[in-house]
Nanobody, 119 residues
Framework: QVQLVQSGGGLVQAGESLRLSCAAS????????MGWYRQQPGNQRELVAT???????NYADSRKGRFTISRDNAKNTVYLQMNSLKPEDTAVYYC?????????????WGQGTQVTVSS
């Protein structure tokens, strides 16, 4: 079993920055990729950014340039640095990881963290 524990988030004003963290723990052989997704009220969960174990990144177009995903492989932790936040970035942000558990790749989600950006 793998656990993803998120930290960070909160209430900020437009233009400010926040950093989210997500630490993976448990029993797994390796990490395929980790990433961040967000869900706004009434909408489906959507991609923010992902990063592979080798460091390759993928961003949703609308977040490129303002958001940066990074990871610390030694700590099994992924980060999301969010700059120049806008009210439309308000959402619950979820960490997701895909891990090799025994012989199968399995997907796990963090508990979610609220990010609220006031205008």
């Amino acid at each position: 079993q793998v656990q993803l524990v998120q930290s960070g988030g909160g209430l900020v004003q437009a233009g400010e920055s926040l950093r989210l963290s997500c630490a993976a723990s448990g029993s797994f052989q390796s990490t395929h990729y980790m990433g961040w997704y967000r869900q706004q009220p009434g909408n489906q969960r959507e991609l923010v950014a992902t990063i592979t174990s080798s460091g390759s990144t993928n961003y949703a177009d609308s977040r490129k340039g303002r958001f940066t995903i990074s990871r610390d492989n030694a700590k099994n932790t992924v980060y999301l640095q969010m700059n120049s936040l806008k009210p439309e970035d308000t959402a619950v942000y979820y960490c997701k990881g895909v891990f090799l558990v025994a012989t199968t790749f399995r997907e796990y989600w963090g508990q979610g963290t609220q990010v609220t950006v006031s205008s």
